[in-house]
């Protein structure tokens, strides 16, 4: 663009073409022309990235934060600054100058989003008076983390905390309590004190999307916000409230984990009776939604219910399953139970976990008329459970369109050849089925074998 043509846009059109920019490509912009050089110190939204940190030059951190010191605390043209994004992690210790720039932003400009991803840094207390934050997502690298005792987070909409090690356990729950305007909630591997347990009661009535995740065993997560649409949960300790009707929940991934040789040695007999129902009663829970992601232990869980029958309610809305399982006939009749109960449902995603019991078998349910239209089965083993699901699910779905079987990689010939062959007998049950098996290859690449 000549400078005659970038002369001639209006102001408002400028700073929205600068705002859309990376640090480095708003700077760039002053050598357009000398309105674009007034225009860039105003610029109101800020991405700072690995990309802009000039790496090669001697004392690069000094320069470059002498350079995002420049841009908050000389900012000119408009009163403030709305949103600041500083993704700097891999270049060293950003701890101090973060402080500095969070408390500036806090108090003299009206900042409504905040990303920091700068390495470990313990976020200054003024952080939580920031009344105009609408968004904030910090990623602190397990730095401590002390929750003041007044937070006026009030506009906050969005609350994203990733690797936050939390210094008192009613830490995180203040924090919450405080933000009653939150749409989103996400926590990824926090964790806190390891003395004492850690409760998250997730109770916010204009809460809309909650995502947790997280390896510790002494943080329990108590579901009770009503008006949830979208959550996803990997870890330990999940309950969901009994006297809450999730009545707008539609898209749901529960993977709750086991350490496997706590659960053999510990757990087995002392648990299972408990474990399982309280499984049973989260996913009855769900029966509103229309796509349920559910992890191998959510299957363990429910196969452990004494009764042959599972009681699940009727999921009316559920037309996308994905399911990991044990090959082994109990978790087979899990599947077969939720899907059973699954009246609308068309699509059917399994993967096949290698953690299998060795207990007496049972039979699988019995019959039942289903309406998938499409089947994909990751890491086939090939084995006798999951050959019997194949031809039971092929037989019960005459509506099937497309069944998509991807092998574990490391099968030995014989036994994909044994795969083909019994597809090939189980696809003469519907003449019309597309039936393909891929085969994952050294490189990485998929192999057409039927």
Not at 205 to 228: T, W
Not at 416 to 421: G, I, L, M, Q, Y
């Amino acid at each position: 663009m000549s400078e005659s043509n970038t002369s001639n846009l209006p102001s408002e059109v400028i700073e929205h073409i600068i705002s859309l920019l990376t640090a480095r490509d708003v700077v760039r912009s002053s050598v357009l022309s000398k309105q674009w050089k007034c225009f860039w110190r105003s610029n109101v939204n800020w991405r700072f990235t690995s990309s802009d940190y000039p790496r090669r030059k001697p004392e690069a951190t000094k320069k470059f934060v002498e350079f995002i010191n420049d841009v908050i605390f000389f900012h000119k043209g408009r009163p403030h600054i709305e949103k600041m994004s500083i993704n700097l992690e891999p270049h060293g210790d950003f701890h101090w100058p973060a402080v500095m720039w969070i408390n500036y932003l806090a108090s003299n400009h009206p900042i409504t989003e905040l990303d920091l991803n700068i390495g470990p840094f313990v976020p200054p207390v003024l952080l939580f008076s920031c009344t105009s934050l609408v968004i904030l997502r910090l990623t602190l690298h397990d730095a401590r983390v002390k929750i003041p005792a007044e937070i006026k987070l009030t506009s906050l909409k969005e609350l994203c905390l990733e690797n936050a090690n939390f210094a008192e356990s009613k830490d995180a729950q203040r924090l919450l309590d405080s933000c009653s305007t939150l749409n989103k909630l996400e926590f990824q591997n926090c964790s806190g004190n390891p003395l004492y347990d850690m409760e998250l009661r997730i109770n916010l009535l204009e809460l809309r999307e909650f995502i947790f995740n997280s390896g510790s065993d002494y943080i329990h997560v108590h579901v009770a916000a009503m008006n949830l649409k979208k959550f996803q949960f990997r870890g330990r300790n999940l309950t969901m409230s009994e006297v809450v009707h999730f009545s707008f929940l539609k898209d749901v991934r529960i993977d709750e984990f086991q350490w496997l040789n706590n659960y053999r040695i510990f757990n087995k007999r002392k648990r299972t009776k408990e474990t399982a129902n309280k499984m049973l009663k989260t996913v009855s829970s769900l029966k509103m939604a229309e796509k349920i992601l559910l992890g191998e232990w959510c299957t363990e869980h429910l196969s452990n219910i004494l009764s042959k029958v599972v009681n699940l309610p009727t999921f009316g809305n559920l037309t996308s399953l994905e399911i990991e399982f044990w090959p082994n006939e109990y978790h087979a009749n899990v599947v077969l139970h939720i899907i059973k109960c699954s009246p609308n449902l068309q699509s059917l995603h399994t993967k096949t976990c290698l953690v299998t019991r060795i207990d007496a078998m049972e039979l699988l349910d019995g019959e039942v008329h289903l309406h998938l239209k499409h089947i994909e089965m990751d890491s086939f083993t090939g084995s006798e459970v999951e050959m019997r699901l194949v031809e039971r699910l092929v037989g019960c779905c005459p509506q099937l369109r497309r069944l998509n079987i991807n092998l574990y990689c490391k099968l030995e010939q014989p036994i994909r050849r044994a795969v083909r062959s019994g597809i090939r007998s189980i696809k003469k049950l519907s003449p019309t089925l597309i039936v393909s098996v891929l085969s994952e290859t050294m490189n990485g690449s998929l192999k057409y074998l039927c």
